[in-house]
């Protein structure tokens, strides 16, 4: 196939070569990891997640790597580099909060940048999805395993609605079903989880005063879900500046952007299923 390899959901991957800016890509990798350890204690609350030293999670090299090779056109080599840091023998907890979960973020930062562009980063995120499942099941996961169901919610309210429409894009293009529901009640949004198995639901917030309204629509959802293990994930400004808020409003995860919140819907989606 040359230098083209199959990308997931069928498309091809782009042949041109993507350049991290170098100047400013290692401060970038530092910030990231830093920034996300408070958020992934909210993301692993519910394992008793220990942070690790720093000499005991993948190094930068390694993350800013997977990012490089998560949208390239080598697809053996990006197996290769996962499998190679896998076998550090990391927890995976480790591997997803410091491994894959930053690589996500990188590659929303590069098209923050322009350095690559959306058909890009759903290819990344994609093949990132793909190492969660491999991380998480003993054998490979198929899609009649996992229902990649998703609603995502805007708050009444709400004027920062721009994140979660690029989530939902995010999600749609890496093979999710989703609904998206804009400043509707907390009862509207219980009746859609009755009707259907939603396996994630997302929801955004803007600002911290809006909390309480956050945590009644999660509870609202969590009681009238058909699903009984239903994972939510909060995002939006407020989440991102205080990522403890997440814990209070009572979600599983947090999402910081539309690649790093595909990456950990799948997480929690995928985790539901190795508990069925």
Known sequence: MGDVCVAPFGRAAPRQAHVWPRTHGRISVEQIVKAEIGPQLALFHHDRFAVPPPESRPALDDIERLAM????????????????????????STLLAYFVAPAARLLGELWNQDVCDFVDVTIGVGRLQAFMDRLAAPEPLS????????????????????????????????????????????????????????????????????????ARTVS????????RRIAIMAGGPAITEH???????????VGFDAPTSAVVASHLLVRQAAMS
Do not use: C
């Open 69 to 92: 090779l998560a949208i390239g056109t080598d697809e053996t080599a990006t197996v290769a580099h996962f499998e190679k840091v896998r076998a550090q023998e990391h927890s995976y």
């Open 143 to 214: 899609a009649a395993d996992v229902k990649r169901r998703a609603l995502l919610i805007a708050l009444p309210g709400e004027t920062h609605v721009l994140g979660v429409r690029m989530v939902a894009k995010v999600l749609e293009a890496t093979g999710w079903d989703v609904t998206l529901e804009e400043h509707l009640p907390a009862e509207t949004n219980a009746r859609s989880v009755a009707a259907e198995w939603i396996g994630v639901v997302g929801l955004s917030l803007s600002v911290a005063s809006r909390a309480e309204l956050a």
């Open 220 to 227: 609202v959802i969590r009681n009238a879900s058909l699903n």
């Open 243 to 253: 990522p403890e808020l997440a814990l209070q409003i009572g979600a599983d995860a």
